[in-house]
């Protein structure tokens, strides 16, 4: 089988290129339709429903219940689970099928529920938009289950590679809609429409195919059961009710968030989405390459109740993801104004949005260590199959998140409720984390603590060290002008790196050292 950090580093690689043409698929949609525009906020919030509503079906049992059920069939059907899988994924189908369809009727009611802010014109155009985007819900939950099967089957590399062919398309899609001319505004021609909505949706149909041929292609036999029974699904019943408070909490908070964002003006949707979406990247290459590699393995040692080993693949997961998001996040605190003029400030873009986008990316640097961590600590939980526990940790994280979504809304200027946002994620996350990690330890007996603890004490020391030459950097070039902005992006990255890498070395930071040595492995690096 192979290792997880043979199959984190492929993702990683197939990761990292998926995200580059995300960003750029952004940067492109951007210019195309105006960041700051009343039309790119319309279309991004249209785009956003079919995730929501699929991570609300379907989408938060892949991790919690899917993939730790398929492991256990795996292990213990006589055809290695087959057959199991083959009735999973026809359910799937048939749920998400009428999911599908109920989402195109219910379109008004969940544009008025996610963006309360948005104009009569902007509204009529956001159920148009997502009546067409809608379809994807079906193309995700096939795509996110072939792709589980393979995980299962000990192929990682095509589902992390997906993604690059949907933002590929949709790229494409961005700049034939710039090359053409397209409107700025939010009444639309037929023929823009059509190209916006039509292509944005066959993006996600080509992601669906690719892994469904690398699924025929590995040797599974692709067969819809028209009677999906004979997969306990019950059990799963019962497990998904929880996951079901879970995803339903969470979306809570994304709709909080987006609701408030809207309330922030034009452009205020797209900076909070934009600037998350940046956030997420790092944790999309490392953590979830790391994640992904190790459930079905933590699901193995849970089912045979080796709970030393789940703790010892927590802990280590915990620590590598750390020493690399650390820097990133003051990275994001000390230069976000700078990374946002670098890739927004051209094109079709308002200077204000830009602004804003930088201040939220740079609140965003608070929630990124949290976030990856407690993110990293529920598949703890997940490989336990103790649904509950998490479900009622991720309703106390959406809780507090909300809360303080609201309270942005309520006490901070318009232009600044979005900066409020993650901020509140922050908070929020710190907290889910800290009482997972009480949780775990209750359960596993303990969590490795005092390695953690020593851990992210020197790597806090070696990362102010890097923050410190980075601001020092920066005060040095300033930044007025976009090249200027470029300039101080190199020079305080390098810097700040450099510092990064020496502290490390001088407060003997482990982690930072078995890294260094996997990526330049004919390099002496300590």
Avoid at 40 to 66: K, Q, R, W
Avoid at 375 to 394: H, V
Wanted: proline share 4%; charged share 10%.
């Amino acid at each position: 089988m192979t290792s997880i950090r043979q199959a984190g580093q492929r993702m990683a690689v197939a990761t990292l290129a998926s995200r580059v043409a995300g960003f750029l698929r952004i940067l492109v949609l951007a210019a195309a339709l105006g960041l700051g525009t009343r039309l790119l906020d319309t279309y991004n919030v249209a785009n956003t429903l079919p995730n929501a509503v699929y991570e609300l079906v379907v989408g938060g049992t892949m991790a919690s219940i899917v993939v730790p059920l398929l492991t256990r069939a795996a292990l213990s059907e006589p055809d290695n689970g087959i057959v199991y899988a083959q009735r999973l994924l026809s359910l799937i189908v048939y749920i998400l099928g009428i999911v599908t369809v109920l989402a195109i009727v219910a379109a008004p009611l969940l544009i008025d529920l996610y963006a309360p802010g948005f104009t009569a014109g902007q509204r009529d155009l956001a159920i148009v938009f997502s009546r067409y985007f809608f379809p994807q819900i079906l193309f995700y939950g096939i795509s996110a289950t072939a792709g589980a099967i393979l995980n299962i089957r000990g192929v990682f590399g095509t589902p992390a590679w997906a993604p690059l062919v949907n933002s590929v398309i949709v790229i494409a899609v961005g700049l034939t809609y710039l090359i053409v001319g397209g409107s700025t505004g939010t009444s639309l021609t037929t023929g823009d429409l059509l190209l916006l909505a039509v292509g944005t949706s066959a993006g996600v149909f080509a992601q669906m195919t690719l892994v469904v041929w690398a699924l025929r292609r590995s040797g599974f036999p692709i067969r819809l059961h028209l009677d999906p029974r004979g997969i306990a699904i019950r059990r799963i019943g019962r497990l998904g009710i929880w996951v079901l408070l879970s995803v339903i909490t969470a979306q809570i908070l994304t709709a909080a968030a987006t609701r408030a964002a809207s309330w922030g003006g034009p452009g205020g949707i797209t900076a909070y989405q934009n600037a998350s979406a940046i956030y997420l990247v790092p944790f999309a290459v490392i953590a979830v390459s790391v994640m992904t590699a190790m459930l079905p393995r933590l699901s193995q040692y849970a089912a045979r109740g080796e709970h030393q080993r789940v703790t010892v693949g927590l802990s280590r997961a915990v620590r590598t993801a750390l020493v690399v998001m650390a820097p990133i996040a003051a990275a994001f605190i000390l230069l976000g104004p700078d990374i946002a003029i670098v890739l927004f400030d051209h094109g079709n873009s308002d200077a204000g949005t830009v602004r804003v986008l930088g201040r939220v990316l740079s609140a965003y640097g608070l929630a990124l260590v949290p976030f990856t961590s407690y993110m990293i600590m529920q598949r703890g939980l997940y490989a336990l199959q103790d649904t509950r526990t998490s479900a009622l940790i991720t309703a106390l994280v959406a809780a507090v998140g909300v809360a303080g979504c609201a309270a942005a809304g309520w006490l901070l200027p318009a232009r600044d409720i979005v900066v409020g946002i993650p901020v509140a994620y922050a908070v929020a996350y710190f907290t889910g984390l800290n009482v997972t990690a009480l949780v775990l330890r209750k359960r596993l007996g303990y969590i490795d603590g005092k390695r953690l603890v020593r851990t992210h004490a020197r790597v806090f020391v070696a990362t102010a060290t890097g923050a410190a030459s980075a601001a020092v950097a920066v005060w040095v070039v300033g930044a007025s002008s976009w090249t200027e902005s470029l300039v101080t992006l190199v020079v305080a990255g390098l810097a700040g790196g450099l510092g990064y890498l020496v502290a490390g070395r001088l407060v003997r930071i482990i982690e930072l050292k078995h890294l260094l040595a996997t990526a330049l492995p004919r390099v002496r690096t300590w």
